[in-house]
């Protein structure tokens, strides 16, 4: 405010000048001592000028520092303690053996070599630009700029199946070949009508969010009195990465009064393998578990859904028999 008052108040004095000694000169004078007392007052005007104009300068103080947005965080998350991974954004250069990768924390691309983890099929995901991606950087210290595997976390962001079959109940004590012997004899409208497969899985979403996938929705009554029973289904609620693993969260939630997940239990699995619609996780204890990419969780389990509604329908006809 103090610069701009200055200025105004140097331009308004001008102004005024200008007027009042070249404009507006005064009538008792010849033409020629009029015409030099003009290029006088001119001179006069014109050193005053450079005067106002060099001290509105010394007035206008100094210009605010630029900001070099290059080196602006992307993303305000921080990884987890102990997560060695780092995280960001493919670029434009990304190919079968480098990646460029626009690092969450700001700063100019890093181009790793990934190589050995494409030969290791230690790449998970197509890459593309604009993905974000995690990175294991190589634990050997001369090897800064080399990962040992990459994984696309957007392309992990989807709903991811596998099928289920139920299991007859009370029938845990016997073998699998009685277990398939009696299943055998069974009539085929029992089949039919039971031994429906269901879609178990999970669905990624983002800010870490994850959801279940499994749950049918059959009546009470209908499904104690079922030959067959279901394995529970994981319910998880989170997801993370880190160093390189999925770690999948039951939490506790609540749905429709009943309470989920009494205790938190934390899931760590291994990539084995992540293309295109297909995925493979590999628990603690080694056993691997395919997934196919489900277009949502509804239509990944239209069939079983559509089955339990059956059974529910003859429930109540043979209720208000």
Known sequence: MQ??????????????????????????????SEIMNRKMKAKTILTLALAATTLAACHRGKKPPRMDNSKLAISLSKPAKGDRAIYGLACLGCSDTALVLLPNGGGDPVRYNILDATRNHQVFGDIEVGDWVCVMPCEEKDEKNRADMVIDLDQLKATW???????????????????????????????ETYMVPRQYGFTLKRMSEAMAVGRVMINKDVDDDSPVEYPDVPQYTEWHAYNGKLILVQGRRELEGVVINGKTKRDTFTFVYMKGDSLALSDREGRIQGFHRSLNAMKANAKAHAAAEKLNSKMKKEILK
């Open 161 to 191: 199946t596998y099928p289920v079959m139920p299991k007859q109940r009370d029938v845990s004590h016997l073998s699998k070949r009685q277990q398939a012997r009696i299943l055998a004899n069974m009539p085929d409208s029992i089949v």
């Open 3 to 32: 610069n701009r008052d200055t200025t105004k108040y140097i331009t308004y004095f001008f102004n005024y000048f200008t007027i009042q000694y070249l404009v507006l000169p005064k009538n008792s004078c010849s033409f020629a």
